[in-house]
């Protein structure tokens, strides 16, 4: 049985993994799987029916927080960008040095991705850089960098990376510590691979639009509101866990519902028509709810392995055959680079127990750095570099060329930083 619920996970994992070549869809890949596996268990097992149910459960009141948190995050920015906010941002850039801009488009991304999340972050810095360069080539070369700050960023706040995000909601991780012990490592991350790119980096870029000029539907001061009232929120998630002691979900569910009484009060006497662009059933549906059939799909998968004790067995062996927890770690994050970074974490959340590694130990604060940032490496290792591949169609081979070596540069430089602070 254990052999078969492994096949399918390795096979699921493969069809995630190979998603455009097989053009499948990574979510209903990730559907199958965690459906089959769960049927393969409950079929073969000799434990009785009710008990496995129970066991999926569990399982699924953890997920559904998770879901519920990325839902409602996912929700918040759309109603943001519905509202031209984030022109309060890209408005007041204005230099023309390519070096500079590269410089200064990195570091807004890099504190961006920590409020948002990585994936909303490099989406709205490319379609920044877009109105900004007109060469392609040198757009391609930022939106490379764009994916490195992203990915960086979101690594050392609770709310920027989904892997991030898993470990703080599963309690492996507090918002407090996580910030103050990777956000150094996570600096090291990026400010290595830009000043080596940025010397490469000559001349100037004339500045093809005037941001200031830019039409919006909806006036200054709704645009300001919901972009305070929507980042707010998204800050205000960490506190509203330390003051009630309930789970992260609540909280930006809560936000949600703030944000979403705005939107209806300032556009309350508009007609249907406008009132129905800035509603919030109309930001559910450019929400890419794909991805969030995909966490669900990945996250029962790896609770039918960790139920099943395989998890912990494969722990074991690991500990046994490499023996050094930040290796292992290490190779976490190469691996993340190839594979999607959200079963791995999900798994080793499962592989390694909260009695032995309570809440900020070193292995979870190691985990979170390496799965949020080695995905770099490779332009499919991140939800980040799958956009900006998308948005810019970047190959595979050119990013290998022309990022991939100051990805891996960064992520060692980040991670000796982490190992530094840490001993």
């Known amino acids: 049985m254990e052999a078969l619920i492994i096949a399918i996970f390795v096979i699921g994992y493969i069809a995630i993994t190979l998603e455009h070549p097989l053009r499948i869809n990574k979510s209903a890949s990730a559907l199958l799987t965690g459906v089959l596996v769960w049927v393969v268990w409950i ?185 305070f009232i929507g980042v707010g929120s998204l800050l205000f998630v960490p506190i509203f866990k330390m003051i009630t002691h309930l789970p992260p979900f609540m909280g930006i569910l809560f936000g949600l519902g703030v944000l979403w009484a705005t939107v209806e009060f300032i556009h309350r006497r508009k007609e249907d028509e406008k009132k129905e662009f800035f509603s919030v059933s109309k930001a559910l549906q450019r929400v890419d709810t794909p991805s969030v059939l995909f966490f669900l799909g990945i996250l029962i998968a790896i609770g039918a392995l960790e139920s099943t004790h395989i998890l912990s067995a494969m722990a074991q062996w690991m500990n046994d055959t490499v023996g050094n927890l930040p290796l292992i770690v290490t190779c976490i994050g190469f691996l993340s680079a190839i594979v999607d970074n959200v079963p791995l974490v999900a798994a080793s959340m499962g592989m390694y127990d909260m009695v032995t590694y309570p809440p900020d130990h070193f292995l979870w604060e190691f985990m979170a750095y390496c799965a949020g940032t080695g995905g770099s490496m490779l332009i499919i290792g991140s939800a980040a570099g799958v956009a900006a591949m998308g948005m810019e169609n970047i190959s595979f081979v050119w990013y290998i060329k022309k990022i991939s070596g100051y990805a891996f540069i960064g992520y060692l430089a980040g991670a000796g930083m982490f190992l530094l602070m840490h001993h």
Do not use: Y
């Not at 757009?139 to 920027?160: E, K």
């Not at 703080?168 to 990026?190: E, K, Y």
């Open 43 to 227: 079929l073969m097992s000799s434990e009785s029916p009710e008990s496995i149910v129970e066991e999926l459960n569990h399982h699924l009141s953890e997920a559904s927080g998770i879901l519920f948190f990325l839902l409602a995050a996912m929700t918040i920015v759309e109603l943001i960008d519905a509202h031209d906010g984030f022109t309060i941002i890209t408005s007041a850039i204005n230099t023309r040095s390519k070096s500079k801009l590269l410089w200064v488009l990195c570091i807004i991304t890099f504190f961006l991705s920590a409020v948002l999340d990585n994936l909303t972050s490099t989406i709205v810095m490319i379609s920044l850089a877009r109105k900004i360069i007109e060469d392609k080539e040198d757009r391609m070369m930022f939106a490379g960098m764009i994916v490195i700050a992203a990915n960086a960023g979101g690594a050392w706040s609770p709310i920027g990376d989904v892997t991030t995000t898993m470990l703080w909601i599963g309690g492996q991780i507090t918002a407090t510590n996580i910030i103050t012990t990777l956000f150094f490592p996570s600096v090291v991350c990026l400010i290595i691979p830009l000043f080596f790119a940025g010397k490469k980096m000559k001349g100037n870029v004339p500045l093809l639009v005037n941001q200031e000029g830019e039409v919006s539907i909806a006036t200054q001061r709704e645009r300001n509101a919901v972009f």
